[in-house]
């Protein structure tokens, strides 16, 4: 219920194989109105680029072995807990548009709150 409307829990700590190598997603969703699954990656440190690539490797994957006929292509969510806007955008340059980065926070904002930062970070993306 925090994330919203639409989330599916599917899976905790989700193991994925790639090149006999094992992962694992720290959160997994499928969203039945966007029609797509959701990673979610939990950082408890600052972002690091290869935060970005390792969540690009799980939506690659799941691009690949997971989604179902009529699905959209998967989305990730990478909460850290803090982040360098210059870092972010250098690190996520020419990757596909449904990687976000954000600062984790501890207690959700208010709903007018979070919709004005998102707007920001979207405004902030794509000038």
Known sequence: MELGKGFCFEARQKRI???NEHHFVALVFYHRLL?????????????????AGQLNLY?????KY??????????GILLC??????HVEFATAGLDDKLFVSQYLV???DK?????????ELRNNFQ
Request: hydrophobic residues 30%; aromatic residues 8%; charged residues 35%.
């Open 17 to 19: 194989v790639v090149d």
């Open 107 to 109: 207690a959700l904002p």
């Open 81 to 86: 807990t803090d982040k360098d806007q210059e």
């Open 112 to 120: 007018k709150e979070l919709e004005q930062f998102i707007k920001r």
């Open 59 to 63: 939506l690659e994957y799941y691009k």
């Open 66 to 75: 997971e989604m179902a006929e009529g699905d959209n292509a998967p989305v």
């Open 35 to 51: 029609h797509c699954t959701v990673l979610i990656e939990v950082k408890s440190e600052r972002f690091h680029h290869s935060h």
